[in-house]
């Protein structure tokens, strides 16, 4: 199973960028879906998480960032809106895959980590 994060870049204040993830492999169910960011000197920390249609966001966040996931795809996006600099950060996209397999649990993936840059 492999997580491939795409999308991230350098924008001005204010602008917006929209992150993408897709899971690829044995896959026999998603769980759950969701992103987290560590900036420079900081501990990884989660921004948003979508399962079974529930969304939940880091305060920071609410009312500037969107997550979807798109089942058919095994995709989830993150849409970020109004951005600022402190929003600066690797973002990583994770998940929690069900392989097709009667006796592996469910475990959690990882993408490789796209760069968000905010510059003021």
């Known amino acids: 199973v492999q997580l491939q994060a795409s999308g991230g870049g350098l924008v001005q204040s204010g602008g917006s960028l929209r992150l993408s993830c897709a899971a690829s492999?044995?896959?026999?169910?998603?769980?759950?879906m969701g992103w987290y960011r560590q900036a420079l000197g900081k501990q990884r920390e989660l921004v948003a998480s979508?399962?079974?249609?529930?969304?939940n966001y880091a305060d920071s966040v609410v009312g500037r960032f969107a997550i979807s996931r798109d089942n058919a795809k095994n995709t989830v996006y993150l849409q970020m809106n109004n951005l600022k600099p402190e929003d600066t950060a690797v973002y990583y996209c994770n998940a929690l895959i069900q392989r097709p397999s009667i006796i592996a649990p469910a475990q959690y993936y990882w993408g490789q980590g796209t760069q968000v840059t905010v510059s003021s």
């Open positions: 979508i399962s079974g249609g529930i969304t």
């Open positions: 492999g044995s896959i026999f169910s998603i769980n759950s």
